[in-house]
Every structure is written in structure tokens, then in C-alpha cells.
Nanobody, 123 residues
């Protein structure tokens, strides 16, 4: 059925950039509404960015530095991360929302998750 695969993570120095990709596959997946979350060791999972019906939303901590976009033809959602900071480090996950047109930061409202891609930002 539907599966999500994140890629693009890696290790960069502060101030650097990374572009994460979330590729969706499966016959049941027909849109690219997506949430991006991250989780650092010992920390709670937090919402980073959401794209829903073309509208985008960002956590205050990343606003102005991160950009989420979608390529529906490729069933892929991207997270462009610029001017990275050490506090941006963590495992980044993409997830599909249960309802389109109802954007939310609540992880419980996302039903399908990828395995994550690691982002490490060093000083």
C-alpha cells in the first residue's frame, strides 16, 4: 500500500543547507499533503513544516530558513533547509495527514510515517 521514504539527510556545518525528500508510493496515495517532523534524542517529536492543499506552515523555530514544497507528478515532498543551526539536528520524518484541508501540528493526526532521515548540524 502506501509507504513513505525520506532521503537527503546528512552531516553539515552550521550555516549549511540540506534538501530532504519524501517519496510516496503505493496505489492508494493520490496527493502530496505532508507534514515534516523532527526528533532529537531525548526530546519530543515536533512539527517542522506542513504542506496542505498548496498552503504551507512552519514552526517558528524554522520560519524563514526552511521551505516545504511538493511535486505531485513525482509524489514527492521536499524540505529545503537553509542556514542550518545545531539545534536543527535530529531525525526528520515525513507523514501523511488523516484529513486534507485540516492542517495540524498534532502527530496523532498523521497516519503514515516514513522511517526518517538523520540530520546532524555541527558547529
Amino acid at each position: 500500500q502506501v509507504q513513505l521514504v525520506e532521503s537527503g539527510g546528512g552531516s553539515v556545518q552550521a550555516g549549511g543547507s540540506l534538501r530532504l525528500s519524501c517519496a510516496a508510493s503505493g496505489y492508494a496515495y493520490i496527493n502530496t499533503d505532508m507534514g515534516w517532523f523532527r526528533q532529537a534524542p531525548g526530546k519530543e517529536r515536533e512539527g517542522v513544516a506542513i504542506i496542505d492543499g498548496g498552503a504551507t506552515y512552519y514552526a517558528d523555530s524554522v520560519k524563514g530558513r526552511f521551505t516545504v514544497s511538493a511535486d505531485n507528478a513525482k509524489s514527492t515532498v521536499y524540505l529545503q533547509m537553509d542556514r542550518l543551526k545545531p539545534e536543527d539536528s535530529g531525525m526528520y520524518f515525513c507523514a501523511t495527514p488523516r484529513r486534507r484541508g485540516w492542517p495540524t501540528w498534532n502527530p496523532e493526526e498523521f497516519d503514515i510515517w516514513g522511517q526518517g532521515t538523520q540530520v546532524t548540524v555541527s558547529i
